[in-house]
């Protein structure tokens, strides 16, 4: 008797600890193509992540938001507003093991960060302009360079980007994370 509930401890016990290494992702790490439920650095919880419509930023318009879906307005942007923003796109074309959230690139929200970047301070804005006017112009040949240039910015420790996702896998990524 006393060896039956002396295994079913220590069964208990394997369980519960696979259990939880589980739902750290260590049994399961993740291929970059999930997006974890997560905060961004500047708590954003009315910001609209993943993919976005036209509808979806006439609607933010019409209520006064910015192209991220937040009442921020650009000359009340901080340095972390910013970082987020920009580090959120990139997570459409990067490999990396955790991703913590992601708004989708899109040319609106890359010109009103661009333009916003005139109407306020920020330590890092040459990093930030640098970024995004490769990115309006349609280069992403190192957007995983620029993604842990901001990535560096934030003090990261986890989540540094590996390489760049294939169209396939970066459409795929858009569409599993709408």
């Given at each position: 008797m006393k060896k039956m509930i002396v295994f079913s401890l220590i069964g208990l016990l394997i369980v519960g600890g696979g259990v939880m290494w589980y739902a750290q992702g260590e049994l399961m790490p993740s291929n970059g193509n999930e997006v974890e439920t997560a905060k961004n650095s500047h708590g954003a919880q009315g910001a609209v992540s993943g993919a976005v419509t036209e509808e979806d930023l006439e609607t933010f318009e019409e209520e006064g938001k910015n192209p991220f879906g937040e009442t921020i307005p650009a000359d009340k942007l901080s340095e972390d507003n910013v970082k987020d923003y920009i580090h959120g796109m990139s997570h459409q074309k990067v490999k990396a093991k955790k991703k913590w959230y992601f708004y989708e690139m899109h040319p609106e929200r890359i010109t009103w960060l661009l333009e916003s970047l005139d109407q306020v301070e920020l330590k890092h804005e040459d990093v930030y302009k640098r970024i995004l006017q490769k990115w309006q112009a349609g280069n992403f040949d190192t957007v995983d360079d620029d993604h842990n240039a901001i990535w560096n910015l934030n003090n990261g420790t986890v989540g540094k980007a590996t390489g760049i996702l294939s169209p396939?896998?970066?459409?795929?990524?858009?569409?599993?994370n709408k």
């Open positions: 396939e896998e970066e459409k795929k990524f858009v569409e599993k």
